[in-house]
Nanobody, 124 residues
């Protein structure tokens, strides 16, 4: 059974940092495209960042480029999203998703394999 479990969300002040974790089970982390999406009420679903299974290349949405960093730890079966210089607009539920399509540097859900999400609130 494939599972994705997000953690690390919480309340943080603007300019602060959080690191999200996605614990993976049931498949090889290094052999699948994997990444992070976010959804806020009334806003569009956004692909935040992902890692290519082919060569480990990382991709980022323009809205987070330079502030967020995605990484994976195969030994721990975990993918991370380091979020720095957070803004109120980053407030959303963040989801980890596997088996993504990566097209023209953008991350797309392909197989509807998601975790339950972790809430990030950026507010003073």
């Amino acid at each position: 059974q494939e599972q994705l479990v997000e953690s690390g969300g919480g309340l943080v002040q603007p300019g602060g940092s959080l690191r999200l974790s996605c614990a993976v089970s049931g498949f090889d982390l290094d052999r699948t495209n994997i990444g992070w999406f976010r959804q806020a009420p009334g806003k569009v679903h956004e692909g935040v960042s992902c890692i290519s299974r082919l060569d480990g290349t990382t991709y980022y949405a323009d809205s987070v480029k330079g502030r967020f960093t995605i990484s994976r730890d195969s030994a721990k079966n975990t993918v991370y999203l380091q979020m720095d210089r957070l803004k109120p607009d980053d407030t959303a539920t963040y989801y980890c998703a596997a088996h993504l399509n990566i097209v023209n540097g953008r991350c797309y859900d392909a197989m509807n394999k998601w975790g339950k999400g972790t809430l990030v609130t950026v507010s003073s």
